[in-house]
């Protein structure tokens, strides 16, 4: 099992950033890959960003190349999405996830973090 909890999100202006954090524990944490998907009202899950547990593989959805930056700390056990130029349309519940391999099924989820990008 892995236990992934998000933290960072919160309410800010078109234009601004926020960084979302993800900390994950468990027996299998090491060695997953991860990602970030996003929920908005209305609409279905979309991925983000995955990164693989080298951080050698990462992917960004179009809508967000060029403006979020996905790391991780192995060390620590934690992923992040940095999040700069927010755009209104970036408002959604943010979600980690973990799973074996970079571009496949992801087995666990946090809790989800709600952002919202005022114009």
């Known amino acids: 099992q892995v236990q992934l909890v998000e933290s960072g999100g919160g309410l800010v202006q078109a234009g601004g950033s926020l960084r979302l954090s993800c900390a994950a524990s468990?027996?299998?944490?090491?060695?997953?890959?991860m990602g970030w998907f996003r929920q908005a009202p209305g609409k279905e899950r979309e991925v983000v960003a995955r990164?693989?547990?080298?951080?050698?593989?990462?992917y960004y959805a179009d809508s967000v190349k060029g403006r979020f930056t996905i790391s991780r700390d192995n060390a620590k056990n934690m992923v992040y999405l940095q999040m700069n130029s927010l755009k209104p349309e970036d408002t959604a519940v943010y979600y980690c996830?973990?799973?074996?391999?970079?571009?496949?099924?992801?087995?666990?989820w946090g809790q989800g973090a709600q952002v919202t990008v005022s114009s």
């Open positions: 996830a973990a799973g074996r391999t970079t571009f496949g099924n992801y087995d666990y």
């Open positions: 468990g027996r299998t944490a090491s060695g997953t890959a």
């Open positions: 990164i693989s547990w080298s951080g050698g593989t990462i």
